[in-house]
């Protein structure tokens, strides 16, 4: 029985704009919706449920406009909700994404078999994300349409498990939709992921590097100056290990000992929520490594595009050098 929602099929790439704190806003993900892939947005980049509720009917009475106007579906639009008590938004958040029936809602930080309940009764669907088996077995039980694997390497609370292992053990048990994130930036790693039998990449420090996202101009460049080795992972910022920009990091004056440190680290006033320290310390993927570039969202999605395509055709002719 098939278990994957019918819009994975009328996507352009089967790609989703991941959600990225401070980062992604109504022009991104309107852009990458009228791009064919999916685009989404975390709740709490707005600073209030009232304006919260203000980005979702500008984006929905936006790409409702687009379709009228072009005759074109757009891809749907997801919203990432932090589902933890540390969240006082969640209850008010959640109502508003149930009133105007966002069609994806992707869950962080717990996996709550009553929002999912709540979801699932205007028939949207719930995306989890998850670093490790045990979360991921937990989340199913919930009763999520899909798991997002963020495996090592990813921009933000990543994991480390290797990606190929990470959906291999996963797909053992869990036949619904299977979102793969950690240094996809081009769209040969996009149809990489898909040969390792995720149904979606998931792309966050690549849309980083568009006009439409909300990074400013520095961000943009050190992300293009960086290389792999050029990311560090710490739990040292927000108590829960990320990738960032270790430049950016240096910039901050967070030194090598604080960095090693296996819990959120106290530096004083200047970056005392993690919203300020997530403004100030930016992060970022080990997918840097290939980003050279700023481009519009649209621009983006055809490259990435005739990238997928090209990987695709070069993986179709290794079976006439290897028949058997």
């Not at 980083?208 to 040292?236: K, L």
């Not at 680290?265 to 050279?292: M, R």
Request: charged content about 20%.
């Amino acid at each position: 029985m098939d278990q994957k929602p019918d819009f994975i099929k009328e996507l352009s790439l089967p790609v989703v704009a991941a959600p990225m704190f401070l980062i992604s806003g109504p022009e991104l993900v309107i852009e990458a919706c009228k791009s064919g892939i999916v685009g989404t947005f975390p709740a709490l980049n707005q600073r209030t449920s009232d304006g919260f509720e203000e980005w979702l009917i500008r984006i929905k009475s936006e790409l409702d406009e687009f379709e009228k106007s072009t005759g074109k579906k757009p891809a749907p639009y997801g919203v990432n909700l932090i589902v933890h008590p540390t969240n006082p938004r969640l209850e008010a958040d959640l109502k508003l994404c149930i009133k105007h029936q966002v069609p994806i809602i992707i869950t962080s930080l717990g996996a709550v078999a009553q929002v999912v309940d709540a979801v699932h009764g205007y028939n949207g669907l719930v995306f989890h994300d998850v670093i490790k088996k045990r979360h991921a077995e937990k989340a199913a039980a919930a009763g999520v349409d899909g798991l997002i694997l963020v495996s090592a390497g990813a921009g933000g609370h990543a994991g480390t498990i290797n990606p190929m292992t990470l959906v291999a053990e996963i797909k053992k048990f869990f036949t619904k939709t299977i979102i793969l994130s950690g240094c996809i930036s081009t769209g040969r790693d996009v149809a990489s992921a898909m040969q390792m039998g995720a149904d979606l990449a998931y792309m966050g420090t690549r849309f980083i590097n568009t006009s439409e996202s909300n990074a400013p101009e520095a961000y943009r460049q050190m992300i293009m100056d960086a290389g792999a080795s050029d990311v560090t992972y710490t739990a040292a910022i927000s108590g829960v290990h990320a990738n960032f920009l270790s430049q950016s990091l240096k910039n901050a004056g967070i030194t090598e000992e604080d960095l090693k440190k296996q819990h959120k680290v106290d530096f004083g006033s200047e970056l005392d929520t993690e919203a300020k320290a997530w403004k100030t310390i930016w992060s970022a993927g080990q997918g840097v490594a290939t980003i050279e570039d700023v481009l519009s969202v649209g621009d983006l999605v055809f490259e990435l595009s005739k990238e997928f395509k090209t990987a695709i055709e070069e993986q179709s002719a290794l079976l006439e050098t290897y028949p058997k």
